[in-house]
């Protein structure tokens, strides 16, 4: 066990959202539980992204904050906190809305980001900050928490994302008549439809990997109008009708991802959570910076980075958002990472 800089026998996480930031989050608490079982870890969290916390076995406790019910949620958050007893909180987000449970957590000791990295204020909330440093990959400066407190980065980063047994019957179930054939989640949209690819590309890709690499195709995501939309546009397009997969269950996304063979998205949560499984992904950046959002130290050759210039250095401190580059990846740009996939694919499949 480290010698922490702070008491930290009850430990409150505020990671709220999304899905891919709580995703990153879990080497993290997994880093401070391994420091010391005994360490007992509550985790804050919005609904949707909460979900992928369930059954994990370094969190103890998950409380979910609700801020669409507004003042009502933050009552009831008040109250769900208020028997915690936390010796530090740690508030991994920058935005006002963490600063809420940061707050109400009540532990003396109250650790988040300076105000040159917090938003609106929120760097208020805390009463010990990390210094000023660049900007760099979520989940490098998720471990800089761990620099902070004097507990070891874990090396490699491990995930631990644990399904329920139902939940594995489930994934048996679903992917048993598809697995003649290697299996392509194809996640349709984000959150932020300038991140997106176009549904007539993701159809030419649909119809070559079904006629000419012999794969099976998944469409995977949530229950938004917009995903479901471009969902439906591709199906519509496409020869080759790929499986409907879409949800509104995360539980069920993650062990879609976990099941399949290759995953194939924007700048999203699944690719995260394809990350965590080990399961190899093409990423398609151009509006984000994969070198600061992209699946970390993984299938960096998979990638098609339209984000940096052509002959510049890879830079992950580089956060401006840049328009028009996601219409430069073209169909024939997916299928040649799909070829350079085919090593990871086979050995996934045991090949």
């Known amino acids: ?37 005994s360490r007992h870890i509550t985790w804050v969290a919005e609904p949707m992204p909460s979900e992928a916390l ?21 009552m009831e958050l008040r109250r769900a906190l208020a028997g915690g007893r936390f010796d530090l909180t740690i508030n991994l987000n920058v935005y006002l809305k963490s600063a809420w449970p940061t707050l ?53 980063p491990e995930w631990r994302i644990t399904l329920s047994a139902e939940e594995r019957r489930a994934q048996a179930d679903f992917f048993a008549p598809l697995n003649d054939r290697p299996v392509v989640a194809i996640v349709a949209a984000s959150a932020n439809p300038k991140k997106d690819w176009f549904a007539d590309r993701y159809a030419r890709v649909v119809d070559a990997l079904e006629r000419d690499f012999g794969y099976r195709t998944l469409l995977v995501g949530g229950p938004g109008a917009r995903e ?18 879409l949800g509104d269950s995360v539980r069920r996304l993650m062990w879609l991802v976990g099941g399949a ?5 924007p700048d ?72 350079r996939a085919a090593p990871h694919v086979a050995a996934r499949r045991g090949g």
């Open 1 to 37: 066990m480290s010698e922490l800089r702070y008491p930290s026998r009850r430990v409150c996480v505020v990671l709220l959202t999304g899905l891919g930031d709580v995703i990153h989050g879990l080497p993290f608490v997994n880093a401070l539980n391994d420091d010391d079982p």
């Open 54 to 74: 369930r059954h994990h076995p370094s969190v103890d406790e998950i409380i979910v904050y609700r801020k669409s019910h507004g003042v009502r949620g933050v």
């Open 104 to 156: 109400l957590s009540r532990a003396p000791h109250r650790l988040g980001f300076g105000r040159d990295r917090a938003a609106e204020g929120t760097w208020l909330a805390a009463n010990h900050h990390l210094g000023p440093t660049p900007r760099r990959h979520t989940q490098d400066l998720f471990f800089l928490f761990l620099d902070h407190l004097g507990v070891p980065r874990p090396d490699p």
């Open 228 to 245: 479901q939309a471009a969902a439906r546009e591709i199906a519509r397009r496409a020869e080759h009708e790929p499986v409907w997969a």
């Open 261 to 265: 063979d290759l995953v194939i998205g």
């Open 268 to 339: 999203t949560g699944p690719l995260h959570v394809a990350r965590a499984f080990g399961v190899p992904v093409i990423g398609l950046f151009g509006h984000t910076n994969p070198w600061r959002v992209g699946p970390y130290r993984a299938w960096e050759e998979l990638w098609i980075d339209r984000y940096t210039d052509p002959g510049t250095p890879p830079d992950p401190s580089d956060f401006t958002a840049k328009l028009g580059r996601m219409e430069q990846i073209t169909p024939e740009d997916v299928l040649e990472r799909v070829e």
